[in-house]
């Protein structure tokens, strides 16, 4: 017997009057750390920084995606789609994982300005401590309220961040490579 296929959902909007959606997503990404952990693949570098064991993935990914669909469209403002949710939540996996893909993308355009400044992989509480990126940084958060949690959870890692930099902040590679 083949199992359900997934139902024909509505286009899912996570922007303007449905950020709300985004806001209980990293909520429970904040609430479950071993599971965000796992999610966005857990390096070893890390672990050892924070001193705990790695986070290996133990169960599918889909697995904690649906956990977190759950969070997410089981208070829904819309309550057609809390309806929809309840009848086929595996639905709800996908516009979920395209979530992420969207917030990837948006958290390295922001990255990408950020770095002209030379940031690099600062933390937040050094970005917000330097007055050549403190203003931009609070900018940049009213223009994407998530990406403080993002970046904490993503700056050091190359599958999230591809806009970071391993070169120390404020190296001048062009003026060096003038020099040769």
Request: contains cysteine.
């Amino acid at each position: 017997m083949k199992a359900p296929s997934a139902a024909k959902i509505p286009a899912i909007y996570w922007e303007k009057r449905y950020s709300a959606r985004t806001s209980r997503l990293i909520e429970w990404c904040k609430a479950n750390d071993e599971a965000r952990i796992k999610l966005f693949s857990d390096s070893a570098k890390d672990a050892k920084d924070e001193g705990r064991p790695r986070q290996q993935m133990s169960t599918q990914k889909k697995n904690y995606i649906q956990q977190l669909a759950a969070a997410i469209f089981t208070n829904d403002e819309d309550p057609a789609i809390r309806a929809l949710y309840d009848e086929h939540p595996l639905s709800f996996i996908k516009p979920v994982e395209s979530r992420f893909i969207s917030l990837r993308k948006k958290y390295n355009s922001v990255n990408k300005d950020l770095g002209k400044t030379g940031a690099g992989l600062k933390s937040i509480e050094e970005l917000d401590a330097d007055p050549r990126t403190k203003n931009l940084v609070a900018q940049l958060r009213l223009q994407f309220p998530w990406w403080s949690d993002l970046h904490g959870w993503w700056r050091t890692n190359p599958s999230y961040n591809t806009a970071f930099s391993t070169a120390d902040p404020g190296q001048d590679f062009a003026s060096e490579a003038l020099e040769f």
